[in-house]
Structure formats: structure tokens, C-alpha cells
């Protein structure tokens, strides 16, 4: 991979507890997830990053969401971070935590065979009726 391929990119939650700051690539597309649970933690979709790196500046809260990951958020103003799967080294990172300008672009949805009943997908991006 040629170093203009990295992106470096800091971000923090709305009251700045917690901070982060990392890298990623372009070969991790940015995909918004509509199941049940994102829609839940995040208010509407959920759309991450996968880092190639990142440190963390607080203490993120952690909330078991699954029988295979967790949710990490902000124990003062409630902000929704981070999502791990359980066994991986890798924390996805919230796309709007993220300082602007991102240079992130959707690439497509995943999971839209539970995407709420109250809005349609229209972008003409690729839609996964499930996980990709």
C-alpha cells in the first residue's frame, strides 16, 4: 500500500471526554448499517470506519450489545464511539465523531432488510439485505 493511501483522522464525542486519534484506508469502504440495534444506538443508521490505528484519549463506557461485541460510548454526554467484535483488535469508529473535514465518502448500506420502516434508500449506492 503507497503511504497516500492512509488518511490520518482525530475525532472526540460532543462534550470532548473522550478523544481519538488514528489512521485508515480506502480499502475498508465507509458502509451505513441500518439493523435494528445501530438504528437504536445511533438514533437513525450507523455508518464506522475501521482504523488501521487508533488511540484513545478517556474512558469510553462499554455496553455488552450482543453475544459477540460491544458499544463504546461516553459516559458523560452519551455519545455512541465505538463498536468491537468480540476477539478483534479493531475498534470501528463512529463516521460523525470524526473531525471534519473526513475526505469519507458511503460506498453503500449493509443490513437493509431491517432498515426502518420510516425512510427509503435512495442514494443509489449498493444495498446488502444483510451483513457484507
Not at 497516500?4 to 475525532?11: I, Q
Not at 444506538?41 to 484513545?56: C, D, K, N, T
Not at 479493531?90 to 470524526?98: E, K, M, R, S, T
Amino acid at each position: 500500500m503507497k503511504p497516500s493511501d492512509v488518511t490520518e483522522f482525530t475525532g472526540h464525542c460532543l462534550c470532548g471526554e473522550i478523544r481519538f486519534r488514528g489512521t485508515y484506508d480506502d480499502s475498508h469502504g465507509l458502509n451505513a448499517c441500518h439493523c435494528s440495534q445501530c438504528r437504536r444506538w445511533s438514533g437513525h443508521v450507523w455508518a464506522a470506519i475501521l482504523p488501521r490505528s487508533m488511540q484513545i484519549d478517556g474512558e469510553p463506557t462499554w455496553y455488552r450489545a450482543s453475544d459477540f461485541a460491544r458499544r463504546g460510548f461516553c459516559g458523560t454526554c452519551g455519545s455512541s464511539l465505538f463498536w468491537q467484535r468480540d476477539g478483534s483488535d479493531i475498534i470501528d469508529v463512529a463516521a460523525g465523531a470524526i473531525d471534519t473535514p473526513t475526505g469519507l465518502r458511503l460506498q453503500g448500506h449493509i443490513f437493509v432488510a431491517d432498515k426502518g420502516d420510516y425512510y427509503d434508500i435512495a442514494d443509489g449506492l449498493p444495498q446488502d439485505p444483510s451483513e457484507s
